[in-house]
């Protein structure tokens, strides 16, 4: 069954038209990567597409590569056309976006370079170019100081006209130690409000949802707590293996990659305590109180209630897949983890005693990513057969992707003379209520950074809570190595990872299971 929502016809034909943002010069650096090719050129062609981009806008692309600007547009314009996220590309529509970008070849090491680039938006802004600077770093996390420095040392950072933000993404240092001082070194340069930490999960729609799904709607806030919930599960399985990206893994790891900030961060917008108003301190300052209740973890917690895992060669969909050490870029000897379980305790008045399951992981049999609160069972079988039968949970799942939207288990009776119960799914798919694609995760945050709305990214706080949650766990697996490989390719994980649900008589989602019905619930 479906939910009928919305109710206007006119509204299910398409999202609602996104707000226009404020003039600026967006300065990329890193410009000739994959990130700026895949994400932020796609998303920023989409928004100017839609009319969201102020008339004053250009993009000045820095990189290592030596280009010239039309080169650097050629690449751009590839990009953008092969994007999966980019639905109606035309040659009209590109030029247009064309000319607002520029290409500055450049060391981001050498100091002399900023004042190279102060040079060149001095130069655009007497042209008639916005005072408006936004400043994104997309490159890897090592090399997000020296940028910062340059920009404090050429004055970039503040102005007297226009304002100056910047832009890093994630990982926000390698633990707590490295996140302090991360956050010490760009806040001598930057306020925090013009600092914006991005985390791409949290311009996905449904994660935005999440709360007006909780507190927007009366019938499931009163039951969003301990006394009815038994356990939270949070998945984002991929079947893909580490592609192109062997270095910033290796580096990385999915501890890093994964848990200690887009899971943390699902965990925390479940789990929230209402704020008094949807904006940027009121909802950052309940999700640190979040990860502040989480409970910390000695050696001895560690072994008993995190898994990690690396996966071996294996098979799907009749192919042969390569286990990780056997990646190009990877050391044959590596001890990354490429997956990784938690499970953590919010020792709090609403969750005390609910266990919070987290898991991520590459090279899985499946690929989904869903937030699943499992209810407690009725408690007698008023329904059944026998004394022994009873109706499955009720389960709320909320779908971040594939096919974004919320689904809800609950029990039915089975048609017929016989009093036979069956589990039954209404679901919501924001596809099939809107009549389209939501905006993609890079255009809502990169429209919310030029207007300045800081409410869906990371407050200084809110990164060092979580990094007190992952450093300790860091620690401990730094001290004992894992047997890897000990997962095949295209299995649902290590066999310990069932094992941490199990001990309590609860099950993972079934990976393989269709993401809108679900599996069966585990008996006990």
């Known amino acids: 069954m479906s939910f009928v929502v919305p109710t206007d016809p006119v509204e299910r034909l398409s999202f609602p038209p996104l707000p226009q943002a404020d003039p600026c010069v967006l300065v990329i650096f890193g410009a000739s990567g994959d990130l700026t090719q895949r994400k932020l050129v796609p998303a920023l062609y989409d928004l100017a597409c839609v009319g969201c981009m102020n008339p004053r806008f250009e993009v000045i692309g820095v990189g290592r590569t030596s280009l010239s600007s039309e080169q650097f547009r050629d690449r751009m314009r590839q990009a953008v056309a092969s994007s999966k996220d980019v639905d109606n590309f035309s040659d009209p529509a590109w030029q247009s976006f064309a000319e607002r970008l520029h290409y500055l070849p450049g060391d981001i090491n050498d100091l002399s370079f900023f004042s190279k680039l102060a040079g060149q938006l001095d130069q655009m802004q007497r042209a008639g170019s916005s005072p408006n600077h936004l400043f994104y770093a997309s490159t890897p996390a090592a090399q997000a100081l020296p940028i910062i420095e340059g920009l404090g040392a050429s004055g970039l950072a ?25 956050n010490r070194a760009v806040l001598e340069v930057f306020e925090e409000e013009a600092l914006f930490r991005i985390d791409h999960y949290l311009g996905k729609e449904t994660v935005q949802n999440i709360l007006v799904f909780r507190f ?3 019938v499931f806030e009163p039951v969003w707590n301990r006394n009815y919930v038994e356990y939270v599960e949070i998945t984002a399985a991929e079947t893909i293996g580490v592609e192109h990206r062997a270095a910033f893994y290796e580096e990385t790891g999915a501890l890093r990659d994964m848990l200690a900030n887009h899971l ?35 050696a001895g917690e560690v072994a008993q209630r ?17 286990g990780y050490r056997e990646e190009p870029g990877v050391n044959p000897a590596s001890n990354t983890e490429t997956y990784t379980a938690v499970e953590l305790y919010l020792d709090n008045w609403r969750w005390a005693g609910v266990p919070f399951y987290l898991r991520a992981g590459k090279r899985l049999s499946g690929h989904v990513t869903e ?59 924001y596809a099939r209520a809107f009549g389209g694609d939501a905006p993609a995760a890079y255009e809502t945050l990169l429209l919310d950074v030029m207007r300045g709305d800081a409410t869906l990214f990371t407050r200084r706080d809110e990164v060092e809570a979580e990094w007190r949650i992952i450093t300790p766990l860091q620690e401990a697996w730094s001290e004992s190595p894992a047997p890897f490989p000990n997962y095949p390719a295209g299995t649902s994980g290590p066999e310990d ?10 099950r993972w989602r079934d990976l393989t299971a269709d993401p809108i019905q679900g599996p069966q619930e585990e008996e006990s």
């Open 158 to 182: 503040r102005q007297q006209q226009g304002w100056s933000r910047i832009v890093l993404e994630k990982p926000f240092g390698r633990d707590l130690a490295s996140a302090r001082e991360l």
């Open 216 to 218: 927007g709607n009366s």
């Open 264 to 298: 943390l961060q699902l965990l925390a917008l479940t789990a929230m305590e209402p704020p008094v108003a949807f904006d940027a301190d009121s909802v950052r300052e309940q999700k640190v109180q979040v990860f502040r209740s989480i409970r910390p973890m000695d």
């Open 306 to 322: 995190t898994v990690r895992g690396q996966y071996g060669p294996g098979k799907a969909g009749g192919k042969t897949l390569p």
């Open 371 to 429: 937030i699943r609160v499992h209810f407690k069972r009725t408690p007698q079988a008023l329904f059944a057969r026998t004394p022994n039968e009873r109706i499955d949970r009720n389960v709320i799942a909320l779908r971040i992707q594939p096919n974004e939207g919320i689904s809800i288990a609950f029990g039915a009776k089975r048609p017929g003379a016989q009093m036979q119960t069956v589990t039954v799914n209404a679901d919501f798919s």
């Open 497 to 506: 990872a069932d094992r941490l649900l199990l001990r309590h008589g609860h």
